[in-house]
């Protein structure tokens, strides 16, 4: 794996590492490396790019597109979308190269840059490491009549919002439920409100009015205090949290408690296979995923398949596997029968769907599963390329394992897309994994202090 590129694309501080020469740069490297490779099909190529409302995202797009332009490549301008939007319209649209300006959950300074193939998939491993090593490469130039032309089609995302309706196949009437959907001042403003109403559901809107600093500012599936503070101020039967592109959802419910990515999972998995739909009786997840997914699907009869963190190695694992739900327990849920990467609105609209065909409340979906006590600790200002190799730290993550047993883990991995090193620790009391996970953290700093 390259330097540049992380577990979810390009991303760094924007006008600082993620630099609009860079980006230009990225998307010259990124046509002509998918050309050679035959990811292009057409003549010429198409290529459709979007972003979030960061005020970043203006001058990145800009950059973006005139690179592919200026590589022969036509460009359709979606303007403020979610990243499975993206990645829907880059196969709806025949496209051959499908680009999102975004930085996820990341606080708004900084911004990203993702890739789609044609069909709406994330680019591999392999591709990523050719369009870095190539990243300065002199590239021939069209000219005249074959630079790439520019259009702009922002009622596209009306197309999006059909998709996702359509998702649920024979109707199924939100009507009667209310739902707080908290956009998180991102991209979903305006798709996620339209595809709950459209099925009927009552919809009370919160951080929904980008205005390109606010994206995850107190708000969203990284801060969701605003959110269960209105699903009990308005009595709602449930609360979805998205984050800044809407490519993952958790929930609440209507008593004000927080519904994570695992629980969804679960939920998911039990009602995919009732209908007969679960492949394999198996689901896909990470190693992050609380132990309780795991307890509670092997009791009803379900195969939870483990990946490395990065929702791409859970969509790799399913597609290997053939297997058509998978996800994370921060709220990335990959649908595969409807999309080729998480989609927190799409997740929303079959959370809200199998409570109204269920008969039950979101409460007592959740209650399949019992959470383990859990505790992640984010350790910054470290080395984390020595996480893996420092004597010390694995001794002492040893250690803990011995004293935790059979009846709790331990994670330790460095950040694919931030500089720390995550310490998770699950255990039978939050006391205990409180106590090992502040343990390690002390270590993981004294041992690869920079």
């Known amino acids: 794996m390259g330097q540049l590129f992380g577990t979810d694309g390009v991303r760094g501080k924007a006008n600082e590492a993620l630099t609009a020469e860079l980006a230009l740069s990225l998307s010259v490297a990124a046509a002509h490396v998918l050309g050679e490779t ?32 200026s590589a022969g490549v036509n460009v359709v301008r979606l303007g403020v979308l979610p990243t499975p939007g993206v990645a829907y319209l880059t196969e709806a649209c025949d496209a051959d190269l499908g680009v999102m300006l975004s930085a996820s959950h990341n606080p708004m300074p900084d911004n990203g840059i993702k890739f789609f193939a044609r069909g709406g998939n994330k680019l591999d491993d392999a591709l990523e490491d050719a369009i870095e090593s190539r990243l300065t490469e002199m590239w021939p130039r069209p000219t005249g009549a074959d630079v790439g032309r520019v259009t702009v089609q922002h009622s596209l995302v009306e197309t999006y919002v059909a998709h996702l309706v359509s998702s649920l196949g024979k109707p199924v009437s939100l009507e009667g439920i209310k739902v707080v959907v908290d956009c998180a001042n991102g991209a979903a403003f305006q798709a996620a409100p339209a595809a709950f109403e459209a099925q009927g559901a009552e919809v009370h809107r919160i951080h929904a009015e980008p205005d390109g600093i606010n994206i995850n500012e107190n708000c969203g599936s990284t801060h969701m205090d605003s959110l269960v503070a209105a699903v009990l101020e308005q009595r709602a039967d449930i609360g979805i949290a998205l984050d800044g592109d809407a490519d993952r959802c958790l929930a609440v419910d209507t008593f004000g408690r927080i519904v994570d990515g695992d629980q969804i999972l679960a939920m998911l998995a039990l009602a995919l296979r009732e209908e007969g739909r679960l492949k394999n009786d198996t689901v896909v997840a990470t190693v992050m995923s609380n132990l309780g997914l795991v307890n509670a699907m092997r009791s009803a009869g379900v195969t939870v398949q483990q990946t490395k963190v990065g929702d791409r190695y859970v969509l790799e694992a399913m597609k290997a596997g053939g297997f058509v739900l998978g996800g994370e327990q921060s709220g990335h849920v990959v649908m595969l029968e409807h999309a080729t990467t998480g989609d927190g609105i799409l ?53 803990a394992e011995a004293e935790l047993g059979d009846s709790g883990r331990v994670l330790l991995r460095p950040s694919g897309t931030e500089s720390l090193v995550r310490v998770m620790v699950e255990a039978e009391s939050y006391e205990t994994a409180n106590e090992v996970a502040h343990r390690l953290a002390d270590v993981v700093r004294s041992s690869l202090a920079l």
């Open 38 to 69: 035959g990811e292009f099909h057409g003549h010429p190529p198409l290529a459709v790019v979007g972003r979030d409302p960061r005020a970043s995202g203006e001058f990145l797009e800009a950059a973006v597109v005139a690179g592919l332009a």
């Open 347 to 399: 997740t929303a609209l079959h959370l809200m769907s199998r409570m109204v065909t269920s008969g039950q409340s979101l409460a007592q979906l959740a209650s399949v599963m019992t959470r383990l006590p859990q505790v992640l600790i984010n350790v910054t200002g470290v080395d984390k390329t020595r996480a893996a190799t420092d004597p010390q730290l694995l001794a002492a993550v040893s250690e």
